[in-house]
């Protein structure tokens, strides 16, 4: 075993209310985990909501904030914000934030940035679309992607979680084959050895996220770097607790 501690997280995106979201902290009031760190982000507006009714157990994330303490920002949320209603993590960098709300590279590493300076764990996410996939340029876009927040943070590793989700997999039904998943994962795992450290490389998690299901979680999280997942649709649902006990 590794040593690093395996992660779900759950990103709820647009969707629920306050009826559907007591019925999910219900179930993971319910099914708690302690080997599994288990985080689950909801919309915005439910993030306080959320955090008063969920086990301390289970984190919450934001699902994005801004690089900004304060100011001019409509719409925007802050990290400080965030800590301050006891939310310890945030989801940066997805690609709906960087392909539908168009997020460049710089920005998402900006925000990376300065959420860790505010002392927030940050699943980073990072991915290359189909037409990158088959033209053979997935390693290119990842590297591409995680150089932009290397140079943003250095060596400051140790709050990062990163999430590779293939876009082309992403609510479609389609899954990176555990073979798949565990050679991006491993070249992942090897870029952050020769560009920032083998010490950082060994400890940082890279979870899967993509069509993740409870009938494919199990042979996911079989393979060796592949160190948890970040689950969309199905988090939504009662396999979520399947997911989250997928080494079990």
Known sequence: MSGRKFFVGGNWKLNGNKESINALVDQLNASVNASVETVVAPPALYLDYTRSNLDKAVGVAAQNCYKADKGAFTGEIAAAMLKDVGVQYVILGHSERRHVFGESDQ?????????????????????????????????????????????????????????????????????????????????????????????VAAATRIIYGGSVTGGNCKELAGQPDVDGFLVGGASLKPEFTDIINARN
């Not at 940035?113 to 340029?137: M, N, P, S, T, Y």
């Not at 050679?183 to 090897?190: F, K």
């Open 107 to 199: 920005l998402v590493a900006e925000k990376t940035a300065h959420a860790l300076a505010q002392g927030l764990v940050v699943i980073a996410c990072i991915g290359e679309k189909l037409d990158e996939r088959e033209a053979g340029h997935t390693d290119a876009v990842n590297i591409r992607q995680l150089s932009a927040i290397k140079a943003a943070i250095g060596t400051n590793w140790a709050n990062v979680v990163i999430a590779y989700e293939p876009v082309w997999a992403i609510g479609t039904g389609k899954t990176a084959t555990p073979p798949q998943a565990q050679e991006v994962h491993a070249q992942l795992r090897a870029w952050l050895g020769a560009n920032i450290s083998p010490e």
